[in-house]
């Protein structure tokens, strides 16, 4: 569990989908689903925490926009976050391979599409309000499971923000999947059950991994990080299928 949080900390602090790591370890160790969801997300604060600050000089001149989207990221965790707490546990087991599943595509296509969102106008009318809903329900989503969460804020930011630089465009990604993990663990802890061993664990390895990656993630190969996330994602469903 501590290599798999370093592991997922390194990877987090540049593409995003660490959890593809972590769950799936969890799962392979005979953790509940809900159980190893709400544990992981916890552990991985830390290290989210580290990769911002990592990638602090890039969040320079940043800050208003990040402070009208991390409310939206907030609220939208809370909503993820009750809907995996009300909901049966057998609707998570049943809806997460069909997540995972659909993360490890965007890690796949993930350069492509960064890619082609860059290249469309920088602003549009409305893309404020159209970027705070986006993030919202990335919110959710992050709140709820949140495997690739960082591919899809990565997508995001690149399409409705006028940031053309991409380290910084991450920089700002790190600060709202750290707002959506931050928002989602602080709720389990007051309602759900926290496997405090696994969660230390995940948090000691996330957050060096966070600060390895931050620092080397501008130079180590994307295309080795996808190709190890896709694989653990592709076990992780036939597990959970």
Known sequence: MLAAGIAAGAINAVVGSGTLITFPTLLALGYPAVLANVSNTVGLVPG?????WAYRRELSGQGSLLAKLCPASTIGAIVGGVLLLRLPAGAFRAVVPALIAVACVLVVIQPRLTAALTRRPAKVRGQAVALMVAVALTGVYGGYFGAAQGVLLI????????????QRTIAAKNVLALTANLVAGLLFLTVHHVDWAVAGLIAGGSTLGGLVGGRLGRRLPPSALRAVIVVIGAVAVIRMA
């Not at 989210?48 to 911002?52: D, F, M």
Request: glycine share 6%; aromatic share 0%; no cysteine.
């Open 48 to 52: 989210s925490a580290a990769a911002v």
């Open 155 to 166: 997508g995001l930011l690149a399409t409705l923000s006028v940031e053309p630089d991409m």
